[in-house]
Structures are given as structure tokens and as C-alpha cells.
């Protein structure tokens, strides 16, 4: 069964930093595309970041450039999402994302494969 996990989620103060971790299992990933999500409160689920399976190209969402990074190790079969700076409106549940779609895209109806998602609290 194919199933992406991530971790690295919790509380933390406004202007902290925090680093998820998406740990794909069941199969490798180093042949899609892959991408960070977040659900705030009563919102609807939205694009973060998206990195390239291959070459290192990425693509973040205007709230997280200059914020977040997004970055994988394909020899681990890992995706990173680095936040710095993070701010109350941060606060979301987290989600990583793999995408067999060629080109980095925002669009979740992209992205075949989920995982259960992280909470991520930032207190002012």
C-alpha cells in the first residue's frame, strides 16, 4: 500500500521555525513531482510548495516564498518543507503530496497520492 506520512508538526511561537519531514513508503517517489498543502480552520486546502522530482526546480505559493523552502533527498526518499518566520495565520494542518503530472502545479486535483497531514500551531 502506498501511503505518505509526514511528521515534524507541533507548537511553536510566532517568528519560530519548524521542519516537516513527508516520508513516502510502499513505493519510491523520486519520480514525481511532490508538494506541501495546508488546511487552515474553516478553509479550504491550499497550495505551499512543489519541488521537482528531478533538476530542483520549485514553485511556493506567494504567503510562503522568502518564508519556506521546499526540498527532497531522493536518496532517502524524503521531502522537507523548512518554515521559518512563521506567523499565527500559519497555523494549518499539513499535507504532502506526489504528483505524476509533468510541471510543478498548484492545482490539488494534480496530486494522486496524500498523506494524513501534520498540525502545525503558531501562537502569537
Known amino acids: 500500500q502506498v501511503r505518505l506520512v509526514e511528521f515534524g508538526g507541533g507548537l511553536v511561537q510566532a517568528g519560530g521555525s519548524l521542519r516537516l519531514t513527508c516520508a513516502p513508503s510502499?513505493?519510491?517517489?523520486?519520480?514525481?513531482?511532490m508538494g506541501w498543502f495546508r488546511r487552515a480552520p474553516g478553509q479550504e486546502r491550499v497550495f505551499v510548495a512543489a519541488?521537482?522530482?528531478?533538476?530542483?526546480?520549485?514553485y511556493y505559493a506567494d504567503t510562503a516564498e522568502g518564508r519556506f523552502k521546499i526540498s527532497r533527498d531522493n536518496a532517502k526518499n524524503l521531502v522537507y518543507l523548512q518554515m521559518n518566520s512563521l506567523k499565527p495565520e500559519d497555523t494549518a494542518v499539513y499535507y504532502c503530496?506526489?504528483?505524476?503530472?509533468?510541471?510543478?502545479?498548484?492545482?490539488?486535483?494534480?496530486?494522486?497520492?496524500w498523506g494524513q497531514g501534520t498540525q502545525v500551531t503558531v501562537s502569537s
Open positions: 503530496a506526489a504528483s505524476a503530472r509533468a510541471g510543478l502545479t498548484a492545482d490539488s486535483g494534480d496530486y494522486g497520492y
Open positions: 510502499g513505493r519510491t517517489f523520486d519520480s514525481y513531482n
Open positions: 519541488h521537482s522530482y528531478s533538476g530542483g526546480a520549485t
